[in-house]
């Protein structure tokens, strides 16, 4: 009875974390085999240090104008209005630059999406205007109460192409796709600041078990957006962590500088390192298995080439990467083009991309969000019925092997986005408290928005 209690508990802890339940396409490990082969360590080092600094720098510039204190009113603040301006002409040519790459046939050049949102900026920022004029300055959630308006500036230059668009079935549903993304995003500048502000009404008793709510907050977000999402495939991590994690890194953050128990800080430390060691541990798991079937592979290989074990060959199986082996074994189905049956009775999206014939569509993979389900992690896979012999017990072998690989790299990209986001967005936020003209900045507008 215990037992079945512990395995009710970990199956539903694995199904609430969606990094377990996905896996690599095909396609992205051919892309990073080839990208590991021909890039070298010091210039992978390079891009990763370098990808980030220019939204860093951007933050950094719109945040640097020394404000007015808001007892001083709106008219002392027009710096403030200015810096809302730049605020959201970034942020919405980041959105339309987003829309663009979801939406290929989207009819806009960069300097239409420079100007348009320039545009819309200035409109956005012309109604939370009239809002503090007929409200009072700052206006209370500021960000939230001028989304709507905002989202429909952001769609006023398209519209007509919209219109149009509804009609092409290939097209609008990228769209649609597109929208969801932006709702999943609005989502979280509504649920995070509403939440804080309960943070800081709440007695100071009850901030302790309050602040617990938050890695609750974030496990349900990430699971709705992953789930709204399943159209991007191999993007769901990046979508995930750098959506949900950063504003949950956020305002743990906050909660933090505005809890005045050190429990309460010590309590989310600790959820957040529980959190990773499971995570590190799942991994651990799976990257066991993949190196059970390496082995399997290496052995059963070499026993097929010569009728008995070959040391040689099994050693030029361990020398290989994880990466080069599946490559290898991609690259050999790729030629032949035959896929073994066990795949069509699997629901797993195929491992060798199809060649289309000439007037068909590619067929596309099923979501990643959706693969893998019913996988356990210590579970090896069946054996398929389609499969009987030596040599089909190497192909079974093969593919399971693949399939783990994917699963791996799937699982590996999420727990170091992760980490990325638990270290920078914190050392960022404390760096920001001790600027000199932190303290100026942040009560003008941290009380708008």
């Not at 503090?132 to 209370?140: D, E, S």
């Not at 030629?335 to 049956?341: A, D, G, H, N």
């Not at 009775?345 to 060649?355: E, G, N």
């Not at 579970?379 to 030596?390: E, K, M, N, T, Y």
């Given at each position: 009875?215990?037992?079945?209690?512990?395995?009710?508990?970990?199956?539903?802890?694995?199904?609430?974390?969606?990094?377990?339940?996905?896996?690599?396409?095909?396609?992205?490990?051919?892309?990073?085999?080839?990208?590991?082969?021909?890039?070298?360590?010091?210039?992978?080092?390079?891009?990763?240090?370098?990808?980030?600094?220019?939204?860093?720098?951007?933050?950094?510039?719109?945040?640097?104008?020394?404000?007015?204190?808001?007892?001083?009113?709106?008219?002392?603040?027009?710096?403030?209005?200015?810096?809302?301006?730049?605020?959201?002409?970034?942020?919405?040519?980041?959105?339309?630059?987003?829309?663009?790459?979801?939406?290929?046939?989207?009819?806009?050049?960069?300097?239409?999406?420079?100007?348009?949102?320039?545009?819309?900026?200035?409109?956005?920022?012309?109604?939370?205007?009239?809002?503090?004029?007929?409200?009072?300055?700052?206006?209370?959630?500021?960000?939230?109460?001028?989304?709507?308006?905002?989202?429909?500036?952001?769609?006023?230059?398209?519209a007509k192409w919209l219109h149009k668009?509804?009609?092409?079935?290939?097209?609008?549903?990228?769209?649609?796709?597109?929208?969801?993304?932006?709702?999943?995003?609005?989502?979280?500048?509504?649920?995070?600041?509403?939440?804080?502000?309960?943070?800081?009404?709440?007695?100071?008793?009850?901030?302790?078990?309050?602040?617990?709510?938050?890695?609750?907050?974030?496990?349900?977000?990430?699971?709705?957006?992953?789930?709204?999402?399943?159209?991007?495939?191999?993007?769901?991590?990046?979508?995930?962590?750098?959506?949900?994690?950063?504003?949950?890194?956020?305002?743990?953050?906050?909660?933090?500088?505005?809890?005045?128990?050190?429990?309460?800080?010590?309590?989310?430390?600790?959820?957040?390192?529980?959190?990773?060691?499971?995570?590190?541990?799942?991994?651990?798991?799976?990257?066991?298995?993949?190196?059970?079937?390496?082995?399997?592979?290496?052995?059963?290989?070499?026993?097929?080439?010569?009728?008995?074990?070959?040391?040689?060959?099994?050693?030029?199986?361990?020398?290989?990467?994880?990466?080069?082996?599946?490559?290898?074994?991609?690259?050999?189905?790729?030629?032949?083009?035959?896929?073994?049956?066990?795949?069509?009775?699997?629901?797993?999206?195929?491992?060798?991309?199809?060649?289309?014939?000439?007037?068909?569509?590619?067929?596309?993979?099923?979501?990643?969000?959706?693969?893998?389900?019913?996988?356990?992690?210590?579970?090896?896979?069946?054996?398929?019925?389609?499969?009987?012999?030596?040599?089909?017990?190497l192909a079974e072998l093969e593919l399971?092997?693949?399939?783990?690989?994917?699963?791996?790299?799937?699982?590996?990209?999420?727990?170091?986005?992760?980490?990325?986001?638990?270290?920078?967005?914190?050392?960022?936020?404390?760096?920001?408290?001790?600027?000199?003209?932190?303290?100026?900045?942040?009560?003008?507008?941290?009380?708008?928005?």
């Amino acid at each position: 009875m215990r037992a079945s209690w512990k395995a009710k508990v970990a199956a539903v802890w694995e199904a609430a974390q969606i990094e377990l339940n996905g896996y690599y396409s095909t396609h992205r490990v051919l892309a990073l085999a080839a990208y590991a082969s021909h890039t070298s360590l010091s210039r992978a080092v390079l891009v990763s240090a370098v990808t980030p600094l220019p939204c860093l720098v951007i933050t950094t510039i719109v945040d640097l104008p020394h404000l007015r204190p808001v007892s001083e009113g709106l008219q002392a603040n027009q710096l403030f209005v200015a810096r809302a301006v730049v605020a959201f002409w970034v942020a919405g040519m980041l959105v339309t630059h987003q829309l663009r790459h979801s939406v290929p046939s989207l009819p806009l050049s960069n300097a239409q999406i420079v100007g348009n949102n320039l545009v819309t900026a200035i409109l956005t920022v012309s109604v939370w205007y009239a809002l503090a004029l007929a409200i009072g300055f700052p206006v209370p959630f500021g960000i939230v109460t001028v989304s709507p308006a905002w989202v429909a500036f952001l769609l006023l230059p398209i519209a007509k192409w919209l219109h149009k668009v509804r009609s092409d079935p290939e097209a609008w549903p990228l769209v649609v796709n597109s929208l969801k993304v932006w709702a999943c995003q609005e989502l979280l500048v509504v649920i995070y600041p509403t939440y804080f502000y309960l943070f800081t009404v709440v007695p100071t008793a009850a901030k302790s078990s309050f602040a617990l709510l938050l890695p609750v907050i974030k496990l349900v977000l990430r699971n709705v957006v992953s789930q709204t999402i399943v159209h991007l495939h191999d993007e769901i991590p990046e979508v995930v962590i750098l959506n949900v994690e950063v504003f949950n890194a956020l305002f743990v953050s906050y909660c933090m500088q505005n809890s005045p128990s050190l429990w309460t800080t010590c309590g989310l430390m600790a959820v957040d390192a529980m959190q990773m060691s499971l995570s590190l541990r799942d991994v651990g798991l799976v990257v066991e298995r993949l190196k059970v079937l390496r082995r399997q592979v290496a052995s059963t290989s070499s026993r097929q080439l010569i009728g008995g074990p070959s040391v040689s060959r099994t050693d030029e199986c361990h020398i290989k990467t994880l990466i080069e082996l599946a490559q290898e074994i991609l690259g050999r189905w790729g030629r032949s083009r035959i896929l073994p049956t066990s795949l069509s009775s699997r629901k797993v999206s195929p491992l060798v991309p199809q060649i289309p014939s000439s007037g068909s569509k590619q067929t596309e993979e099923r979501p990643a969000a959706q693969l893998g389900r019913s996988h356990r992690l210590l579970r090896p896979p069946a054996i398929s019925a389609g499969f009987s012999g030596p040599r089909s017990s190497l192909a079974e072998l093969e593919l399971q092997y693949v399939r783990e690989l994917r699963r791996v790299l799937y699982i590996t990209e999420f727990v170091v986005l992760l980490n990325y986001v638990e270290v920078v967005i914190p050392l960022i936020f404390c760096r920001r408290c001790t600027l000199p003209l932190a303290t100026s900045t942040g009560k003008a507008a941290g009380s708008s928005h």
